[in-house]
């Protein structure tokens, strides 16, 4: 039996409009929030980490901040903390003002342990709340696809569309009815389920997956509304027993912590962000009679800010992604709507009481309560990170990771990446911006 939970909890983030006429005074001002209207050059994105490594070695994380805990040493920064938390703690008193579904979060519990919860925050431009929230999401259990006998336990597909520009939220919710309408005939066996000839049918979870999201950009094409400049990202999961699928577009994202015998959890991107400077997406722009250009200067006259798309002697339309649903100006130029597509496998089981602290193991059965023993660690467990940029424009894969294990359920670590999130939109703009928010965690079993 599926228990599904739903809560609405106020949190308060923002996103800065994506408008198109941003003058180079403003865009400094202005953080990277939407895909699309030129802005001054962010915090450099995190690159995703080897997932060919052990990450053991990595700097130990704060899970309160998501930075390394030697940057906590630092006296400036402990101040820019303790304005940021003032900054936070007083958006509390404004949430009377939020626009009706602002904020939102669903949660799911599967019989075969799979633990998922989702949550979305709106967020703030010029120290007020956005009109609306134009990130979304979807939370749906289905059958495991994968291996008949497991059906029955069941799988979950989580799916974050990041809307931009004037209509954003308007593609970004379009764009999550029609994958998750996919998705449910998928599970039923009923029509708009996938195609043999689709991309990815030898696998059948991302032949659902991409299946589901070309109906998206089927559907936004044939709704006859005005998305020349507005579109949305998107990242969607597949979690089932021993593996999950991902297929995406554009710069959501979605990461996978696999816990080793000791805890540990090695780092492994299942997406790459589409990104107009990659090599492959810009060879498609330019054959497309586009170009990739950084389209604001320095004082010294240095190209600053992120790679976008734009036509030949303009900065229009400006997208800052290679892949997206909508955008039908920038789809013109080499902005695809094909997603891409990748796998991870979970290794072996891992030993429930294998590897504690101080290598004391208690005995299976018994509770190691008892004087230097020490307690076994609780049941071993993957955890998976879907989320907007809203989250990867200031935390790393790994401190995502690091911080959602940390918790004691999905509903805690999406709650504790939501509020790092906000603490360091804080932090950099004072609360004058924040971007729309949207986090996704999984606890997948590991035995």
Request: contains cysteine.
């Given at each position: 039996?599926?228990?599904?939970?739903?809560?609405?909890?106020?949190?308060?983030?923002?996103?800065?409009?994506?408008?198109?006429?941003?003058?180079?005074?403003?865009?400094?001002?202005?953080?990277?929030?939407?895909?699309?209207?030129?802005?001054?050059?962010?915090?450099?994105?995190?690159?995703?980490?080897?997932?060919?490594?052990?990450?053991?070695?990595?700097?130990?994380?704060?899970?309160?901040?998501?930075v390394p805990v030697d940057s906590l040493e630092s006296t400036h920064y402990r101040s820019l903390l303790g304005s940021a938390r003032v900054e936070v703690d007083s958006w509390r008193g404004k949430e009377y003002l939020k626009p009706r579904g602002y904020d939102c979060q669903r949660g799911v519990q599967l019989p075969s342990g799979i633990d998922v919860c989702c949550v979305t925050s709106g967020g703030r431009v010029h120290s007020r709340?956005?009109?609306?929230?134009?990130?979304?999401?979807?939370?749906?259990?289905?059958?495991?696809?994968?291996?008949?006998?497991?059906?029955?336990r069941?799988?979950?597909?989580?799916?974050?569309?990041?809307?931009?520009?004037?209509?954003?939220?308007?593609?970004?919710?379009?764009?999550?009815d029609s994958f998750a309408k996919s998705m449910l005939a998928s599970a039923t066996g009923g029509e708009g389920g996938p195609d043999p000839s689709a991309v990815g049918a030898g696998d059948p979870a991302a032949g659902a997956l991409v299946q589901g999201l070309q109906l998206a950009a089927t559907e936004l094409n044939a709704r006859g509304r005005d998305y020349s400049r507005s579109g949305s990202t998107a990242v969607v999961c597949m979690a089932e027993p021993g593996s999950v699928t991902a297929a995406w577009l554009g710069d959501s994202r979605a990461v996978l912590?696999?816990?080793?015998?000791?805890?540990?959890?090695?780092?492994?991107a299942l997406t790459q962000d589409h990104k107009?400077?990659?090599?492959?997406?810009?060879?498609?722009?330019?054959?497309?009679?586009?170009?990739?250009?950084?389209v604001y200067h320095d004082a010294h006259n240095n190209p600053v800010g992120p790679f976008r798309?734009?036509?030949?002697?303009?900065?229009?339309?400006?997208?800052?992604?290679?892949?997206?649903?909508?955008?039908?100006?920038?789809?013109?130029?080499?902005?695809?709507?094909?997603p891409d597509v990748g796998r991870a496998h979970f290794p072996a089981a891992v030993q429930a009481l294998a590897g504690v602290p101080g290598d004391a193991v208690a005995p299976r059965?018994?509770?190691?309560?008892?004087?230097?023993?020490?307690?076994?660690?609780?049941?071993?467990?993957?955890?998976?990170?879907?989320?907007?940029?809203?989250l990867w424009q200031w935390i790393g894969d790994a401190a995502a990771v690091d911080i959602a294990a940390a918790a004691g359920s999905a509903e805690e670590a999406a709650a504790a990446l939501l509020d790092v999130a906000r603490l360091r939109w804080a932090m950099a703009y004072h609360g004058a911006h924040v971007d729309d928010i949207t986090v996704a965690v999984a606890f997948l079993p590991a035995l």
């Open positions: 039996m599926v228990v599904l939970r739903v809560h609405h909890r106020p949190f308060g983030t923002f996103r800065p409009q994506s408008s198109h006429g941003v003058s180079p005074s403003s865009e400094r001002r202005t953080p990277r929030a939407s895909s699309l209207a030129p802005s001054a050059a962010p915090a450099p994105h995190p690159a995703p980490p080897s997932s060919s490594k052990p990450q053991s070695h990595r700097p130990r994380t704060d899970v309160q901040l998501g709340w956005k009109p609306e929230n134009q990130d979304s999401f979807m939370l749906q259990a289905i059958p495991a696809v994968h291996d008949a006998a497991l059906a029955s069941g799988a979950v597909v989580v799916g974050v569309f990041d809307g931009h520009g004037p209509r954003g939220g308007e593609v970004s919710r379009g764009a999550r912590g696999l816990q080793s015998v000791r805890g540990v959890h090695r780092i492994q107009p400077e990659d090599p492959r997406e810009m060879a498609r722009i330019v054959r497309s009679g586009g170009r990739v250009v950084q798309v734009c036509f030949p002697n303009t900065t229009s339309p400006g997208l800052a992604v290679s892949r997206a649903l909508g955008d039908t100006l920038a789809s013109s130029i080499g902005v695809s709507a094909t059965g018994e509770s190691g309560t008892g004087p230097g023993v020490a307690p076994p660690f609780p049941p071993p467990r993957h955890v998976l990170v879907v989320a907007s940029d809203g």
